[in-house]
């Protein structure tokens, strides 16, 4: 749970949209300047065209299962150098080069996010089977301690979604359920997810069609009707995470234009918003 008496919004960054490094910049500009209007925030961030590029470097096939990328123990040290080491590290040097004071953190760091691995289920030949996605990991528990530490003393955490067990064995977690996670636990006023859509579309190609604001009670008929899909279902799963925990309400935003940021926070009519 927060105890920053400020307002305090976690903003889930990640895919295509980091590649651009001018838009990166543009982004974290807007941001950051909500430090300016007496916001704390955090940021949470994945890294899935870097992890490509250094296990295509390393020539590590990368395969996926149901949109889970499996991670043996030989992948799991090229994800980590990738999100911790490049992704992370330039986050922090952005925000640091536009004047403001962040730490770059993955779940590892002073037990922040304790997981354990992964039990994934696929459907094989009609019958559901467990199948090993090896060093593929969970939430169990969020510990916020440091992040309150951090708040208080006017830091912006920048959190990569890496966890460990508690033996300090590492995971490589889906970056929207550890958002999710890391969201509702800390008791954020928001939780905004920034993806390369307006938000939730009824008819997915028509950009009129936005679904403004939704409850939870709601999901599960737009999930019945396909509205939810694709790469929108884990996004719509980790803002139920955060409500369920404790966030106060999410929203699912356009970040491909820096602009709606400020839209969505002043609750002008920009992304999806999801209430209790």
Do not use: W
């Not at 955490?157 to 508690?166: E, H, N, Q, R, S």
């Amino acid at each position: 749970m927060k105890n920053s008496d400020k307002p305090v919004i976690l903003f889930k960054y990640g895919g295509n949209a980091m590649v651009d490094e001018a838009l990166k910049t543009e982004v974290l500009r807007h941001i950051c300047a909500l430090k300016e209007r007496n916001y704390d925030v955090v940021i949470v961030h994945g890294g899935g065209p870097f992890i490509k590029q250094a296990l295509k470097e390393a020539k590590i096939e990368s395969e996926f299962i149901d949109g889970h990328r499996k991670t043996t123990p030989e992948a799991f040290e090229y994800v980590e150098m990738a999100l911790k080491g490049k992704v992370n590290g330039s986050l922090v040097s952005l925000i640091s080069g536009l004047g403001y004071k962040a730490v770059g953190l993955s779940g590892k760091d002073g037990r922040m996010v304790i997981a354990s691995k992964r039990a994934h289920l696929t459907i094989i030949d009609g019958e559901p089977t467990e199948v090993d996605l090896g060093q593929v990991g969970d939430v169990d528990y969020v510990d916020t301690t440091l992040l309150n530490v951090l708040l208080k003393n006017d830091y912006i955490p920048v959190i990569t979604c890496l966890g460990a067990d508690k033996s300090g064995h590492g995971f490589n977690i889906n970056g929207d359920m550890f958002a999710g996670h890391i969201a509702g636990t800390l008791g954020v006023d928001q939780y905004v997810v920034l993806t390369d859509v307006d938000g939730l579309l009824r008819e997915k190609d028509d950009p009129s069609s936005l679904i403004a604001e939704i409850s939870l009670s709601e999901i599960e008929a737009l999930r019945e009707e396909n509205i939810i899909q694709g790469g929108m279902i884990p996004k719509i799963e980790s803002c139920q995470i955060a409500i369920s925990l404790g966030a106060d309400l999410a929203r699912i935003v356009n970040g491909t234009l820096p602009g709606q940021i400020y839209a969505a926070i002043d609750n002008n009519a920009s992304g999806t918003t999801i209430t209790k």
